[in-house]
């Protein structure tokens, strides 16, 4: 968040959330770590084996708290007492996680098996809720078999005082490893095991008594794949990087970012939001509704509206602007959108940085590989544009751009001289305007 002190001065303060989620510690300085997050809804579709058997039997119960598996011990001595094993086929690598939670002397978490019975290999990370034996706190395993009969061997970490327990598998080829969380976002890693599988296994949630006669209920809730990104919490001096006086400070709050459909949680129905916000009356002064009609829009880089040129250029004026304006970077171009392209310098624009690029320009009508545009979008490293606030690369920007660039066969086509007004011409609130006689009566010229 920006702060503004009683003198007026202006910085940044940056809050972490604790692993318990309740409350919030500042962070004084940048710091990055590695964080998961998920990359599906949870996965359904499960079938329920009983590894003493083999056999599916039935669909786990499945209700709006995740899968329940009820776990029930044979009266024999461990590790030898079967699972019950919720799962499906997956073919090739994979990432994911559960949060497991038990009143049952229990061990219960993500599985993976070459085959269904008791003696197959596989690979498991597991959550052990024996307090009887361990008071002290929770058991976190990770076990397998490297082939079929084979000994079980197993890796264990002790965790004290968390509310809940997450267990992550991970597949890369023959190796695997898993990780255990508190909150399902930071991991500390558990073990690294080699066991040779087919790229075909059973995965899933498995479950298993820890005590000779005993049973019990557990649950699994957020079963799904994942990945990994490393998250960045700036700093003070960070946030004043592009949130800078030159910009206003506060971004995103201005007029060609409101001009837009909204739907309104009230009503039910869409509307433009300075015509809603018009009409409330926060505008220190009223806008007419012709006036409406002349400002500009900026458009989705994704959205099915906008030409090619629109869309790069609103993607510019959103992430770049509030640097690469006058005064501010040490760059040969403008990323304002209310700038005309013409005047922008993007066009065959000098650059500071080549990366070893004969020819490099900003940008190279119809060659994206010589245009710093788009190399510094696709970048990920220290040469990455934006500089902060992202570590992966924007697939959609990027492929935006380059189609751009290349359909830039002249220059002189594109190079108009004048900003571009959004697209209005079929716009819904710009027909009804004209219906009722009170907007233009067409379109910006192009």
């Known amino acids: 968040m920006l702060v503004r002190d009683s003198a007026g001065a202006v910085y940044g303060v940056t809050y972490r959330w604790r692993p318990d989620q309740q409350d919030a510690d500042r962070v004084d300085g940048a710091a990055s770590e590695p964080l998961t997050v998920s990359t599906s809804a949870p996965l359904s579709g499960f079938r329920l084996v009983d590894t003493r058997s083999g056999t599916p039997s039935e669909f786990p119960a499945l209700g709006v708290d995740g899968y329940t598996l009820i776990v029930r011990s044979t009266g024999a001595e461990l590790p030898t007492h079967p699972f019950q094993f919720a799962c499906q086929e997956h073919v090739g690598d994979f990432d994911v996680r559960v949060q497991v939670e038990s009143t049952a002397p ?79 976002t930071r991991w500390s890693a558990l073990g690294v095991k080699m066991v040779p599988m087919s790229p075909c296994v059973h995965l899933g949630m498995a479950a298993a008594s820890e005590l000779p006669g005993g049973s019990g209920m557990v649950r699994l809730r957020h079963f799904a794949h994942q990945r990994e990104q490393r998250w960045f919490y700036p700093g003070p001096s960070d946030c004043l990087s592009c949130h800078n006086s030159q910009s206003g400070f506060v971004l995103g709050v201005n007029a060609r970012q409101l001009n837009r459909e909204r739907m309104s949680p009230v009503t039910g129905m869409a509307s433009n939001q300075l015509r809603t916000w018009n009409r409330l009356g926060l505008f220190a002064e009223p806008l007419a509704q012709e006036q409406l009609f002349k400002l500009e829009r900026l458009v989705p880089v994704t959205g099915p509206r906008g030409s090619l040129e629109n869309r790069v250029r609103s993607y510019l004026d959103v992430n770049c602007s509030h640097c690469h304006r006058p005064g ?119």
């Not at 079980?152 to 190796?175: A, C, D, F, Y």
């Not at 219906?435 to 910006?444: E, I, S």
Request: charged share 25%; glycine share 12%.
């Open 106 to 184: 229990a061990r219960a978490g993500i599985m993976a098996r070459q085959e269904l019975d008791n003696a197959a290999s596989y690979v498991a990370a597991l959550v052990s809720f024996d307090t009887s034996n361990r008071p002290d706190g929770i058991k976190i395993v990770m076990e397998g078999r490297a082939g079929k009969g084979d000994t079980v061997i197993e890796n264990t970490q002790v965790m004290q005082g968390v509310p809940s327990h997450w267990v992550r598998l991970k597949r890369q080829g023959n190796l695997f490893s898993s990780y255990c969380s508190a909150d399902g």
């Open 328 to 446: 501010v970077a040490e760059a040969f171009f403008d990323a304002r959108f209310e700038t005309p392209l013409g005047r922008q310098g993007i066009m065959d624009g000098p650059v500071k940085t080549n990366l070893g690029i004969d020819g490099a320009r900003v940008v190279v009508p119809g060659e994206p590989g010589k245009s710093m545009l788009y190399q510094r979008i696709a970048r990920c490293d220290a040469f990455k544009m934006p500089p902060s606030g992202r570590d992966l690369q924007d697939e959609a920007a990027l492929r935006c751009v380059g189609e751009w660039i290349t359909s830039l066969r002249d220059a002189n086509t594109s190079c108009t001289g004048r900003s571009t007004v959004g697209d209005f011409g079929n716009h819904p609130a710009e027909r009804e305007a004209r219906r009722l006689g009170t907007g233009p009566q067409q379109g910006p010229p192009r």
